[in-house]
């Protein structure tokens, strides 16, 4: 069994950074895809940003330039520093992990994120 717990979450306002935070525990390794995704008001769970084992690192168009995911093994956490916010970037942000080739994966609770004025 593998627990995330999101942190890092909170109001900003446009133009502004966070760094949200997944700490993972449990039956977890570094072999694990680890990856962001969100879910605006009104709007379809997205993929944000995945990292793989062997540290290869996708993004979403939309957030691309802006967002950047990283993760550190050695403390089973994984990172998204997100600069530039914008209004549409307003969203739960969940912390995901699978096992490749796997298709069972595990969520945390997700972290509210706000961007307005």
């Known amino acids: 069994q593998v627990q995330l717990v999101e942190s890092g979450g909170g109001l900003v306002q446009p133009g502004g950074s966070l760094r949200l935070s997944c700490e993972a525990s449990?039956?977890?390794?570094?072999?694990?895809?680890m990856s962001w995704y969100r879910q605006g008001p009104g709007k379809q769970r997205e993929l944000v940003a995945a990292?793989?084992?062997?540290?290869?690192?996708v993004y979403a168009d939309s957030v691309k330039g802006r967002f950047t995911a990283s993760r550190d093994n050695a403390k089973s956490t994984v990172y998204l520093q997100m600069n530039s916010l914008k209004p549409e970037d307003t969203a739960v942000y969940y912390c995901?992990?699978?096992?490749?080739?796997?298709?069972?994966?595990?969520w945390g609770q997700g972290t509210q994120v706000t961007v307005s004025s």
């Open positions: 449990g039956s977890i390794s570094r072999t694990y895809t």
């Open positions: 995901h992990a699978r096992l490749p080739p796997s298709v069972k994966a595990y």
């Open positions: 990292i793989t084992s062997s540290g290869s690192i």
